[in-house]
T-cell receptor, first 109, second 116 residues
């Protein structure tokens, strides 16, 4: 079966760095998405990786290793507004999105 | 600004009620989706429409009935729901649709549904 694993919840301190991991087992791979979802709001697109390596976008970076079936989202200089759930999703060989359950990130002052 | 709106934002209904959820996208996309989001569970794809035709139905109970009158509007009609149907229902759109391209989905804020 197809499976996406990510931690249920993480806590970090304002100003610090946090890494949210995502491992996947899917039928084929056409890329991996990260979405951010604030409580009571729409998920919004953060990043898309299809090649191995690190992609940086401001305070947020996303890494992919296809051979390991592994990705992480790195958030630097954490701000209180980064408190949200982070959803990992993989596009399989049929271009269907397979979603993880999301990681709730709590930022403390 | 999301470009995808959903109404109502919150809904409480009894098991014998009939209600409808509405989604509208202002992005000129061809595909629209209904998802169910339950706490600590992955998003569950319910229905997909591409150019107003249903292209996917993931074995959803018949008490959920979708309608797509045009590429900008999507409805989810609800009747005789069960308490376990309580969840956040998210609508999304994408430019082309599943299986056609690698594309980002754009989500609405969701309708928080509580079935008593």
């Amino acid at each position: 079966g197809q499976n996406i694993d990510q931690p249920t919840e993480m806590t970090a301190t304002e100003g610090a760095i946090v890494q949210i991991n995502c491992t996947y087992q899917t039928s084929g791979f056409n890329g991996l998405f990260w979405y951010q979802q604030h409580a009571g709001e729409a998920p919004t697109f953060l990043s898309y990786n299809v090649l191995d390596g690190l992609e940086e976008k401001g305070r947020f970076s996303s890494f992919l290793s296809r051979s390991k079936g592994y990705s992480y989202l790195l958030l630097k200089e954490l701000q209180m507004k980064d408190s949200a759930s982070y959803l990992c999703a993989v596009l399989d060989s049929n271009y269907q999105l397979i979603w993880g359950a999301g990681t709730k990130l709590i930022i403390k002052p | 600004e999301t470009g995808v709106t959903q109404t109502p934002r919150h809904l409480v209904m009894g098991m014998t009620n009939k209600k409808s959820l509405k989604c509208e996208q202002h992005l000129g996309h061809n595909a629209m989706y209904w998802y169910k989001q339950s706490a600590k569970k992955p998003l569950e794809l319910m229905f997909v429409y591409s150019l107003e035709e249903r292209v996917e139905n993931n074995s959803v109970p018949s008490r959920f009935s979708p309608e797509c009158p045009n590429s900008s509007h999507l409805f989810l009609h609800l009747h005789t729901l069960q308490p376990e149907d309580s969840a956040l229902y998210l609508c999304a759109s994408s430019p082309l649709g599943p299986g056609l391209a690698i594309e980002t989905q754009y989500f609405g804020p969701g309708t928080r549904l509580l079935v008593l």
